[in-house]
């Protein structure tokens, strides 16, 4: 038996991994943040000081980042669960989409860097920032342990950091008690 969610416009019980499609308006919605961001990440670029750009910069991505959290779901910990719920026995309630959500948040960018190249450097830098430790020798146990317990968390309640901070504004209560165990969290693990 297959698990059933609601579908999004209809209301009506249709397996999770059906595809929806968005009302005429949710598509207008969806059109007005497509031009708000496209407007928020072109803004930075007519800034004459850097400085107040970065910041712009800054703050737009934030936004653009939060918004994107609310409407493709991330927000909510049960989309989350449904993707990793692939193993063996929870196949009825997998739910794939993370997986077109990720593709098509981090393929732009992929295209974007092999087209541009790493010639030139940034718009707001004078030369590109890569990370310096590379390879096994950098890393330590507290590196893998937290690796390991940020998967372990985030597959079994189905909350990443972004997402949980946005939740938790949507949700205080929640937010209070993730934050502070989220916080503790940090404390210990530095």
């Known amino acids: ?88 026995g929870r196949t009825d309630h997998f739910d794939p989409s993370l997986a077109l959500i990720m593709l098509f948040g981090v393929l732009p960018s992929v295209v974007h860097n092999l087209v541009r190249g790493f010639d030139k450097p940034p718009a707001l830098e004078s030369q590109f920032s890569f990370p310096r430790k590379t390879g096994w020798r950098d890393w330590d146990w507290r590196f893998l342990l937290g690796n390991a317990v940020f998967g372990v968390c985030w597959g079994a309640i189905g909350v990443c950091p972004g997402p949980g901070i946005v939740r938790s504004i949507l949700h205080p209560t929640w937010g209070c008690v993730w934050l502070l165990s989220f916080c503790a969290g940090s404390v210990v693990g530095i």
């Open 1 to 88: 038996m297959l698990a059933t969610c609601l579908s999004p416009t209809t209301g009506e019980p249709v397996p999770c991994y059906t595809p929806s499609y968005p009302s005429t308006g949710s598509l207008s919605t969806l059109a007005t943040i497509t031009a708000f961001g496209f407007f928020l990440s072109v803004l930075p670029s007519y800034v004459s000081s850097k400085p107040l750009a970065r910041t712009l910069t800054s703050f737009t991505s934030g936004a653009l980042f939060t918004l994107a959290l609310l409407i493709t779901g991330l927000a909510s910990p049960q989309k989350v669960l449904q993707f990793f719920s692939f193993l063996p």
